[in-house]
């Protein structure tokens, strides 16, 4: 058996999955909360899962430095470095809604590796939307993703990265654990409630709106936003008592 062998439950939604429609495939409902994907026990925890403090072990250190350079290396005014944070902030919610939308919902290839990328990346999750491990962003692709970002800032910002920089990995961690939030926690207050049924709509209503994950503004922007709505018959059935949260 190969080091890498993936399992036939992955095998079998892969060769089923023709895109990222508005509930799981029936046949992936009974597996809600995932499947395993990669015969070896040790490639499957720590090559593809993630435990959902993962984002803010590397986040938040690299938060605070960023704001220590710019206070104390760089000696920026507060009100500087505020604007500059928040900007940071903003340009990760609308690179979120991006690639959320036009990348990670482009249609499957006909290249059978882009497609397994495209599954992994994100069609794994519509079909299987409860599943703890793959929530948030394992190591093997952390590290990418920050390192793409730091870039990205570095290049257009090369005066003043440092604070937008932050900015961009606090907005990335907001990302990640509202998203695990919205699908495990337990909201008791509005904005939770809302945010849940929020991106419940989009897993279960309709592909088509709700793109934002840490916030709806870009979605009021470019017109994806709809009002939220009550749990569909359908929903309920997916997602059983949990449908009752955030109603």
Known sequence: MSFFATTELWKTALKNWDGIHDAPARENRSHRYGIKTIEN?????????AHWSLPGLWSIPLVVYLLFRSVVIEGRAPLSIAV????????????????????????PSSNRLIRSIQFALHGYHHEFPDDPRRL???????????????AVVILCFPGNWPPILAGTFFGYL????????????RPHFAAGKFMRRFHFEHHYKSADIQFGLSSPLWDFVFSTY????????MERTCLGKDADIGA
């Open 41 to 49: 026990r040790f490639l499957e925890r720590y090559l593809t899962t």
């Open 84 to 107: 500059l944070f928040l900007l940071g902030v903003l340009g990760w919610t609308f690179a979120e809604y991006w690639l959320h939308r036009w990348v990670f919902h482009l249609a």
């Open 136 to 150: 948030v962003a394992p190591l093997i692709l952390a590290v990418p993703i920050s390192t793409f970002l730091a």
């Open 174 to 185: 907001c990302y990640d654990w509202v998203h695990y939030y919205v699908h495990h926690g």
């Open 226 to 233: 709809r009002r939220p709505c009550p749990p569909t018959a």
